[in-house]
């Protein structure tokens, strides 16, 4: 290695900042260029000039001239005064002295000229080529010492100027760096600005919108809320002050009133006396709702033969009650999906008991009609056929809720609800010859004529008879119990409402504090940043200034080197020729050979190890200065110094090289190894960084943001440090769609048969397994791809059968005022043959349990298999008359089932004719059957036409159509005891083969 490769640690110190600086950060590249371009001028100088042995190239010349530049000893012109320098260039080195002096016989160069020619052998030196050479060889040593010092001198100043501009711009890269980071950050902070301020300008218009609308709907719910509960006051009042003993004689509460409508058509409602002070409250209400509910409770408390004309606002509520073919089945499914696609939770939609799987058969097998069953059913259906096809032919998709309150009525309105009231008047049980109208006034129609003073009339009214006091006191808590119901929904509404606006600006106010802090955040994170670039931006300007600082100076320096070490070259390399060339005027004058004398030659410099200063000194103790003759395995990281101010030692050494040095006559060689310092600058100082801070919240939910994470630089780098790892990172988020469909589970196990015979259903369904987000859909509850069903057993049911299955049946029966007597005693009668066609048993058979329900619900008898403590109950039960409190049956039974047994279904059954009424109401009904559905398969048999089946329908078990069983009236029930049997039963057997003990067998499912 030459001696110009000194300066290697500031080329590595060069290519490292350079390597960090390839990120943007060359401001200071031009000053690394004039800096490289001195140190390779500088290296090529030495590289040039260093070496002070004798250059053949020379010419004598050219070394008079530069020997005549420096100061030539007058000894030597003195001595050379006895050479024959004529036509000799040396002869100017004499000048005066050559010219004074005359050559004298007995000189000695003269005699060393004779003694030449005389002598054959090697020619001797004489005195004064002895001091020549003398005075000359101390030249040579003089200017190479001169020389080296020089030299050693020159490339000490390089490294300190190499090592303070390789600090100048570790510290520049250094604040690059840092100004880097700082634009970094600081755009960092600008871009959470940014996004925070989109998302406050569209969440604070969002959340005063939001704001606007939340007020302005609890505003109307609040006002819908005040009328419906002054409504229901007035309800209350009218119901506590109405007593069926104030009237006597032919008076009446009410009044049967007709008006006038579109086109001169008739409508007929009922009404409280004019001269009542019910009728003045009843002016007073002020919902729509509450005046239908009066009308249609009037007319079902009056009976709908008291009409003067067709009730054309009640006619949905008046209607016949729907068969089970499958066109009813249908409507009611689509009712119980909707039911199901609002619910919240699947399985309070779904009564699901495993237990039911193995009790679907009849146990005598296919059952045989005979001749005159088959007609019988034949008759039955076409019957069911021709009912089914009038009504939905007539009575299609209309609603109550279609009809306007106060406005003129179209005509074929008016026609329907005449038709529909003339087919309940054919087929009236009640009447003595199966009309409504037997034995009364004739049902008016728009075909009949009326008097012509009243035909006339807009509107005019009759005094009705007293209707039947506990069913008229029914309807009315019946009416009560509607507004009651829509009051608690309206309610309900209100604090929804209220939650849900409240949860709204709560999350929208969170999101715009989460904005907020966003943005100061920002702000904070954009000013640290600029402070940082400020004093960065200012530290690089003061930085680049000393740069150019000791750029000047070393160029100064440079220059200096340049010229005094190539003088100090030129005198040792002129000295040398000056030294032949006498020697060969010696020769000439002589007439004999020329000597042969040579000056010492020395290889370059070698540089050692950067070493310790402890070991380069024991070392040194020890005569060696080569590291490789102590350690001959190599250096221990602790003997170099490898940074560190103070520096280290290292030893620059050569040695002689051929030919070897003419004794006595030859110039000694000049110093052979030199110690310097080395590595005197900063250690490099590494980056260390802070842990990571947490993730961002993603910058969108869906459709793929974006989240970012920082960690701080605790240590700058520092002196040629390590650059920092990143200190920010992103990753994609929530790359999932916004708007995904719904993940829906495996198809589940189907379920059992619904019913033993004529037509059952079996299904299975598919589970939300990840709800839908966004616009994404799922299918509904009841779609093909997520519900399968199919009919099974539809077989036909023997005419008479026994329940054999084993369950716990709790049955309520409706002892309210619209019942009547009659309709009571026919329930008690159908439950005595109900309890006759059950095998009653705890082991195997049935337990069956009892309340009936009022105002109050009473429990008849718990649940058990004692036959005659049940005949006993239920012959003992007393009627009460008064409200359906249907909410409160179905609480009673939750609790009955308590003490039902473990390994036996559960199936809860209400048998009731009308509407809930006060203290119950169809929301407080709705929510007690949801109460109850998850413990027991709820089913409800409907009594009169009057209770609607889209009203019964949320109360139900799934599948709602095999759960819901109308009869048209309460003195039909013993008729339907067979039907009820098989409606609710699935393990049933023909009566005649249970009570002959013949042996029970199942025949193979569906």
């Known amino acids: 290695m030459r001696i110009y490769l000194c300066l290697s640690t500031l080329c590595a110190g060069v290519v490292l900042t350079r390597s960090r600086a390839s990120s943007g950060m060359d ?76 050559l004298r016989p007995d000189d000695g160069a003269v005699a060393a000229v004779s003694d030449g020619t005389l002598s054959s052998g090697p020619p001797e030196i004489n005195d004064v080529m002895k001091r020549i050479f003398k005075i000359i060889n101390g030249m040579i040593i003089e200017d190479q010492n001169k020389l ?13 100027y190499s090592n303070q501009y390789r600090t100048n711009r570790m510290n520049f890269y250094d604040e690059s760096y840092k100004l880097q980071e700082a634009v970094s950050t600081e755009k960092h902070g600008q871009v959470e600005q940014s996004e925070a301020n989109a998302r406050l300008r569209h969440l604070n218009p969002v959340r005063k919108e ?72 009843v002016s007073l209400l002020q919902t729509e709702k509450a005046k239908r509910a009066f009308q249609r409770g009037l007319v079902e408390a009056a009976g709908p033969h008291a009409l003067l004309a067709p009730p054309i606002l009640l006619q949905t509520r008046t209607r016949l009650s729907r068969s089970d073919e499958v066109g009813s089945e249908e409507a009611m499914e689509a009712q119980e999906d909707e039911l199901a696609h609002r619910a919240n939770d699947f399985r309070d939609y779904f009564f699901d008991d495993v237990k039911f799987d193995k009790e679907t058969a009849i146990v005598d097998g296919v059952y045989q ?66 009309g409504l109208t037997a034995g009364g006034p004739p049902l008016p129609a728009q075909e009949q004529g009326m008097p012509k003073d009243k035909e006339a009339a807009k509107f005019f009214c009759t005094v009705s008879k007293n209707p039947n006091c506990p069913r008229f006191r029914d309807k009315l808590e019946q009416i ?174 050569r040695q002689p090289v051929s030919p070897p040095k003419t004794p006595d006559y030859g110039a000694d060689c000049p110093p052979l190894r030199l110690k310097t310092s080395c590595n005197d600058f900063e250690c490099p100082v590494q980056c260390q960084l802070g842990d990571w801070e947490g993730w961002s919240a993603c910058s969108k939910s869906c459709d793929g943001g974006m989240k970012r994470r920082v960690r701080p630089i605790s240590v700058y780098p520092q002196y040629g440090g390590e650059e920092c790892d990143p200190t920010k990172q992103e990753e994609t988020c929530d790359a999932l769609a916004c708007d995904r469909p719904c993940t829906l589970n495996d198809w589940g196990p189907w379920r059992a048969c619904t019913r033993a015979c004529e037509r059952g259903i079996r299904w299975r369904s598919r589970t939300i397994k990840k709800p839908a987000t966004g616009a994404g859909k799922c299918a509904r509850t009841f779609s093909k791809a997520r519900y399968h069903r199919e009919y099974c057993n539809d077989n036909p049911c023997p005419s008479e059968v026994v329940c054999l299955a084993k369950l716990d049946l709790l049955i309520g029966l409706d002892a309210s005022g619209s019942m009547t007597e009659p309709g009571w005693k026919a329930q008690s009668e159908a439950m005595l043959d109900l309890l006759e066609h059950t095998k009653l048993s705890k082991a195997d058979g049935l337990q069956i349990g009892i309340a009936k329900f009022a105002w109050d619900v009473t429990l008849v008898t718990p649940l058990t298999d004692d036959k005659k403590a049940l005949v006993k109950a239920v012959k003992d039960m007393t009627y009460d008359g008064w409200t359906t409190n249907l909410g409160g049956l179905f609480r009673t039974m939750k609790n009955m089932l308590q003490f039902g047994r473990r390994d036996a279904p559960s199936i809860c059954m209400a048998w009731t004719d009308g509407r809930p009424s006060y203290p119950s109401d169809v929301y407080d009904t709705t929510e007690g059957a949801r109460e109850l559905r998850p413990v027991c398969r709820v089913m409800v048999v409907t009594m009169r036409p009057a209770v609607p089946r889209e009203m019964v329908v949320p109360w139900v078990s799934h599948p709602k159509s095999q759960n819901v069983l109308s009869v048209e009236d309460p003195l039909q029930m013993k008729k339907k005891v067979n039907t009820i049997t098989t409606f609710y039963c699935a393990k049933i057997q023909r009566l005649d083969a249970y009570l002959m003990g013949q042996t029970t067998t199942e025949a193979p499912k569906e």
């Open 210 to 281: 939001t704001e606007t609308n939340c007020n302005r709907e609890v505003k109307e719910l609040q006002a819908e809320f005040d009328r419906i509960s002054y409504d229901f006051t007035l309800a209350r009042k009218i119901a506590d002050g109405t007593s069926c003993a104030k009237k006597t004689g032919g008076s009446s509460f009410l009044q049967s009133c007709m008006r006038m409508v579109q086109d001169k058509k008739r409508d007929g409602f009922i009404q409280f006396h004019e001269d009542s002070h019910q009728h003045e409250l």
């Open 480 to 653: 009560v119990g509607e507004l009651q119901a829509e009051k608690t929904h309206t309610e309900h509404l209100l604090e929804t409402t209220k939650a849900e606006c409240k949860a709204t600006l709560a999350e929208l106010d969170s999101q715009i504090s989460e904005m907020d802090e966003k943005q100061n955040e920002g702000a904070r994170i954009e000013s640290e940043a600029s402070a940082v670039k400020s004093d960065a931006t200012g530290a690089i300007t003061a930085i680049e200034g000393e740069g150019r600082k000791i750029l000047r100076e070393w160029d100064a320096i440079h220059q200096d080197c340049i010229k005094t070490i190539k003088q100090l070259r030129n005198n040792v390399c002129g000295t040398k020729k000056l030294k032949q060339e006498v020697i060969t005027i010696e020769a000439k004058q002589r007439g004999g050979k020329r000597l042969e004398i040579n000056d010492c030659s020395v290889s370059e410099f070698t540089p050692g190890e950067c070493l310790n200063r402890e070991f380069a000194t024991a070392m040194a103790a020890k005569g060696m200065y080569d590291p490789s003759q102590f350690a001959e395995g190599g250096l221990a990281p602790n003997m170099k110094h490898d940074c560190g101010l103070g520096g280290g030692t290292q030893y620059y050494t």
């Open 148 to 160: 080296v010092l020089k030299t050693f001198e020159c490339l000490k100043q390089g490294k300190s």
């Open 27 to 102: 401001a200071g590249a031009g000053m690394d260029m004039a800096f490289e371009s001195s140190m390779e001028s500088f290296n090529r100088m030495v590289r040039q000039h260093s070496n002070s042995n004798l250059d053949p190239d020379m010419a004598i010349e050219d070394a008079v001239t530069h020997l005549s530049r420096r100061t030539v000893p007058h000894e030597l012109k003195v001595a050379m005064v006895g050479l024959d320098l004529r036509g000799s260039p040396v002869a100017e080195l004499v000048g005066g002295a050559n010219r004074t002096r005359q």
């Open 369 to 434: 009609q005979s001749a005159a069953d088959m007609d019988l059913s034949k008759q039955i259906a076409e019957a069911r056929v021709f009912i089914q096809r009038k009504t939905s032919e007539e009575m299609r998709d209309y609603r109550d809720e279609d009809a306007p309150p106060n406005a003129w009525i179209p005509q074929k309105d008016l026609d329907a609800a005449a038709r529909e009231l003339s087919l309940l008047s054919r087929e009236d049980p009640t009447s003595k010859e199966g």
